[in-house]
C-alpha cells in the first residue's frame, strides 16, 4: 500500500476526475493523504486551458520538484490538461516529472501509480474520443454538494479554444448511469448536485436519438429525496429550447439560477468565434427567460480583446450590460492559445485587453451592488456551509451563489447552525460586496 497526495486543478469537471483517480487508487489499497508530505506519489491534475492555468500548473509542478529533491515526497505524476497538449516540453523541460497520462487515461491511474512505485517510467496517452468509464468518486467538495458531470467533451469549436483537441468529442454519459451517481451521492448526504458538462445544454444529443435529454434529466434529478437543489452550469444558448425552460420554472428543486456563457454580444466577434447565435438572439433569448422563470439569476463569462474587438465593438459589450443587468458576470482577457484558430487572427494587445476587462468588472460591480441592495430586508433561504470562528460568523450562499464562484452571505443565529443545513436568513447589509444577516425567527 502506497502514500497517494493529490493536487485538483482548474474547473469542477477536472476535479470530478480527480475524484475518480482517488476512488480507484482507493480501491486497489492505496492510501489517499489530506497533504501531499509524506506522498509516496504526488498526482497533479492539471488544467491547460489558458495562460494562467498553465502557469498555476506549472507553478505546482515546480513546488512538487522542490519538495521532492528534499525528501519530503517520491515520484510525481502529471495528469489531466496540460500533460495532454505539452506532453513532450513537460518530459524535455521539467525532468523532476516522473509520469504522465492524458485526458483518455485517467482509467489508467492504478497502474501508473504502481508502476512509478516499481521505478518504470510513465507516458500513457488513451484515445480521447473513448466513452467515459463508470467509476465511484471521493468527494473532495463539503459533504453537501457536489459536482455532477453527465459529459465529457465538446463539439462546439469555438475559435478561441484548445478544450475540443484535449478533451475530445462530445460523449453523454448514460441517464441511468447519471441517475444512479445521483442517488448514492444523496444517500451520503449531499443536498446540492451542481450539474456540469462542456455543454450542459447538449446532453443527450449524440446518444440513440439524438435528443435534447437535459431537461428529462433535470426532472429525474428532483424526483431523488434528500436532493434540495439542483444547480445547472454551462448551458449554450442556442441549445435552451422551450422544453428546457418549462422544466427549470415549474420544478422547485432547480434554483433559479443559469450559468450561460456567451462571450461576447457583438455580431461580428461572435461569427469570427464561430459561436452560434447572434447578440439579438442573446438578448432575446436572456428576456424571455426572465420572463418566464420569476427570479432568475443570471451569470455569463465574457471575453475581452477578442480578434475584431475595437472600441467600438467593446462599447457595445458595455451598453449591453448595463440593459441587460446580468447579476453575475465573469470577465477574462483574451489570451491567444496555439492551435485555435484565434490565435491567427489579429487581435488588440495584451495591456488593451485586461484594461477593458478591468473595465467590465467595475461596471458589473456597480450592477451588483444594486443586486445586493435590492436584498436588503428580504428573507432568504441559505445553506450553511460553514462557521468562521475569527468572525463569530456562520456563512452560506443563497440559490443566487454557486460555490468557488460567486459570493456567501454571512450570518448570525441564536443556536448551533450545522454545516450542510438550510436556514432563513433575514438580509441586514452588505459588507465588501456580500450579503450579511441575522437568522430568522423560528
Not at 4 to 28: D, H, P, T
Not at 215 to 238: A, S
Not at 288 to 298: A, D, F, Q, T
Request: aromatic share 8%.
Amino acid at each position: 500500500m502506497a502514500k497517494i497526495g493529490f493536487i485538483s486543478l482548474g474547473c469542477a469537471k477536472n476535479q470530478v476526475n480527480c475524484e475518480q483517480m482517488m476512488y480507484r487508487l482507493q480501491e486497489a489499497g492505496h492510501e489517499i493523504l489530506q497533504d501531499v508530505n509524506g506522498a509516496d506519489v504526488v498526482v497533479i491534475n492539471t488544467c491547460g486551458f489558458i495562460d494562467s492555468a498553465k502557469s498555476e500548473a506549472i507553478d505546482n509542478i515546480i513546488a512538487m520538484g522542490q519538495l521532492k529533491e528534499a525528501g519530503a515526497i517520491g515520484k510525481i505524476l502529471v495528469t489531466g490538461c496540460l500533460s495532454q497538449r505539452y506532453q513532450d516540453e513537460i518530459l524535455e523541460e521539467m525532468p523532476e516529472v516522473d509520469g504522465l497520462l492524458g485526458t483518455g487515461s485517467y482509467g489508467e491511474i492504478v497502474p501508473a501509480v504502481e508502476a512509478l512505485l516499481e521505478g518504470r517510467s510513465v507516458e500513457r496517452f488513451g484515445s480521447i474520443h473513448a466513452p467515459e468509464e463508470e467509476v465511484g468518486r471521493v468527494l473532495t467538495t463539503p459533504q453537501h454538494y457536489a459536482y455532477l458531470k453527465i459529459a465529457e467533451g465538446c463539439d462546439n469549436h469555438c475559435a478561441y479554444c484548445v478544450i475540443p483537441s484535449l478533451r475530445g468529442k462530445y460523449r453523454s454519459r448514460q441517464m441511468d448511469d447519471v441517475l444512479y451517481e445521483a442517488r448514492t451521492l444523496a444517500a451520503d448526504g449531499v443536498k446540492e448536485l451542481i450539474v456540469v458538462a462542456q455543454d450542459t445544454s447538449r446532453y443527450g444529443t449524440d446518444l440513440p436519438g439524438h435528443k435534447r435529454l437535459l431537461g428529462e434529466l433535470l426532472r429525474q434529478l428532483c424526483r431523488i429525496e434528500g436532493i434540495h437543489w439542483v444547480r445547472v452550469h454551462y448551458l449554450y444558448p442556442d441549445e435552451i429550447d422551450d422544453e428546457l425552460i418549462d422544466v427549470i420554472a415549474s420544478e422547485p428543486k432547480i434554483v433559479k439560477y443559469l450559468d450561460i456563457p456567451i462571450q461576447h454580444i457583438n455580431n461580428d466577434i461572435l461569427r469570427r468565434m464561430n459561436r452560434r447565435g447572434n447578440g439579438a438572439y442573446v438578448e432575446a433569448l436572456f428576456q424571455k427567460l426572465r420572463e418566464r422563470i420569476p427570479g432568475l439569476v443570471l451569470r455569463t463569462s465574457l471575453i475581452t480583446g477578442l480578434p475584431g474587438e475595437g472600441e467600438a465593438e467593446f462599447q457595445e459589450l458595455c451598453a449591453f450590460l448595463k440593459r441587460a443587468k446580468l447579476e453575475r458576470v465573469g470577465a477574462f482577457a483574451f489570451s491567444p492559445e496555439e492551435g485555435t484558430p484565434a490565435a491567427k487572427m489579429e487581435y488588440p494587445d495584451s495591456e488593451v485587453a485586461a484594461q477593458r476587462a478591468e473595465i467590465v468588472e467595475e461596471l458589473q460591480s456597480r450592477i451588483m451592488d444594486a443586486y445586493n441592495e435590492a436584498m436588503l430586508g428580504k428573507t432568504l433561504e441559505v445553506l450553511t456551509d460553514g462557521y468562521d470562528p475569527e468572525e463569530d460568523l456562520y456563512y452560506g450562499r443563497t440559490y443566487a451563489d454557486s460555490p468557488e464562484i460567486d459570493g456567501r452571505v454571512w450570518f448570525t443565529a441564536d443556536r448551533t447552525v450545522k454545516t450542510g443545513s438550510f436556514v432563513s436568513v433575514t438580509v441586514t447589509g452588505v459588507r465588501d460586496g456580500e450579503l450579511t444577516g441575522q437568522e430568522a425567527a423560528q
